[in-house]
Every structure is written in structure tokens, then in C-alpha cells.
């Protein structure tokens, strides 16, 4: 079973520059989620779809991020433009849902992320 | 919002011996996971916990959901230098409505000297 697909692996800009990272998840998963993961620290929920919809965006910096996914399977995160403080791996992670009576089971797959350099 | 606090931060350890490493919160969380996570690859899912007490292992790992539900342990048993690596602990919380939110802990990085 392929797993979850990014690109770039890698991307350096400039500040004020815009950049956009691509996701394609595990097929059959409905839930994509994006994650900015800082060094030394563990990943960050972005944003979360479920099919073509938000679900929870509430950590993702509106004014310079944005991200879609009109058809319900890959998807894509923009920033513009990008700040210092956006250096950091965009890791994209995609899930199903498997309910076994009272307990839901949520385990996300991730892919191997994109590392932002901004200069 | 929620926080788990994962201890310890960094180790290192002879190749052949047990390491344990926890994480703890002040919230409940419905869920809890053991990732590891390789340089330049994203995590990938050890262990999953569904419920309090529960003791689950995978080969040389064994991974426990505390009974409060705000911690968990893992251990690995009779480490080996591919066992390098940073390993996060993450607790979901499940909020209605097809939402939830994972949380995941800053990381323990461990070395294994051979």
C-alpha cells in the first residue's frame, strides 16, 4: 500500500515570497490533516479536512496560510507571504476512522514532510 | 490547550539495554499514541492505546494507557542501534461532530551506543 505523498522534500525562499506544498494521502483515507512541526519540537495541527471540508482550522495562521482540497483526495498549503518564523517541516498525515463499539479508532499516517528554509 | 509533558527529554543508553519513557497530562485523553520519528521522514505509529489500563505490546516495544488516562509509558526492550531516533508520545481527544484534536508531546531523542 503506497503511503502518504509530498512535494517538495525541499524548498528555501525569501521572506515575502509565497511557497505551496502538496499532499496526496493513503487512498480510501477521508481525513487529511496538515502539521507544521518547528525543530526540537513535535508537530502542530494545522488544519484538518474531512473529505473536501474543514473540520478544524482554528491553529492555521489565516492571514498567510490557506489550504484546500476541492476533491476530496490531495490537497495543497499555501503561505503568502512567508515569514522567518515559518522555517519549519510541513508534515501532511492522512487517517480513516474505524469505530470498534464504543472505542474510535483515529491512527494518522504520516508522510516525510517538507522542510521550509525562509531566508 | 491541552499539553503532554514527555520525559525523558534525551537519553542515552548501551545497545542491549531497556528504555522507558513516559508522558503525562493534566487533561483526559480518549487515546493515546507512540510515534517514532526518523531524521527527514516524517512520524510513523508504533502503538495505539484505546483504553485506560490497557497493555499493548509490539515486538520489542510494550506501551501502557495509564488508568487516569493522562499518561502513558513506553518501553523498549533490549535496544539496538536502530532504535536512534525521536520518539513523541500524542493523545487525541475526542470532541463530537467528527472532530478531534492530537496533541503531541516535544519529543524524547534517543542514542544508542553500541
Known amino acids: 500500500e503506497a503511503g502518504v505523498a509530498q512535494s517538495p522534500r525541499y524548498k528555501i525562499i525569501e521572506k515575502r515570497q509565497s511557497v505551496a506544498f502538496w499532499c496526496n494521502p493513503i487512498s480510501g483515507h477521508a481525513t487529511l490533516y496538515w502539521y507544521q512541526q518547528i525543530l526540537g519540537q513535535g508537530p502542530k495541527l494545522l488544519i484538518q479536512?474531512?473529505?473536501?471540508?474543514?473540520?478544524?482550522d482554528s491553529q492555521l495562521p489565516k492571514d498567510r496560510f490557506s489550504a484546500e482540497r476541492l476533491k476530496g483526495v490531495d490537497s495543497t498549503l499555501k503561505i503568502q507571504p512567508a515569514k522567518l518564523e515559518d522555517s519549519a517541516v510541513y508534515l501532511c498525515?492522512?487517517?480513516?476512522?474505524?469505530?470498534?463499539?464504543?472505542?474510535?479508532?483515529?491512527?494518522?499516517?504520516f508522510g516525510p514532510g517538507t522542510r521550509l528554509t525562509v531566508t | 490547550g491541552q499539553q503532554l509533558n514527555q520525559s525523558p527529554q534525551s537519553m542515552f543508553i548501551q545497545e542491549g539495554e531497556d528504555v522507558s519513557m513516559n508522558c503525562t497530562s493534566s487533561?483526559?485523553?480518549?487515546?493515546w499514541l507512540w510515534y517514532k520519528q526518523d531524521p527527514g521522514e516524517g512520524p510513523v505509529l508504533l502503538i495505539a492505546l484505546y483504553k485506560a489500563g490497557e497493555l499493548t505490546s509490539n515486538g520489542r516495544l510494550t506501551a501502557q494507557f495509564g488508568i487516569t488516562r493522562k499518561d502513558s509509558f513506553l518501553n523498549i526492550s533490549a535496544s539496538i542501534p536502530s532504535d536512534v531516533g525521536i520518539y513523541f508520545c500524542?493523545?487525541?481527544?475526542?470532541?463530537?461532530?467528527?472532530?478531534?484534536?492530537?496533541?503531541f508531546g516535544k519529543g524524547t531523542k534517543l542514542s544508542v551506543i553500541p
Open positions: 479536512f474531512q473529505n473536501n471540508g474543514v473540520v478544524d
Open positions: 500524542a493523545g487525541w481527544t475526542y470532541s463530537g461532530a467528527g472532530s478531534y484534536q492530537l496533541t
Open positions: 487533561s483526559i485523553f480518549n487515546t
Open positions: 498525515a492522512s487517517s480513516f476512522q474505524v469505530r470498534y463499539w464504543d472505542i474510535l479508532s483515529v491512527e494518522q499516517y
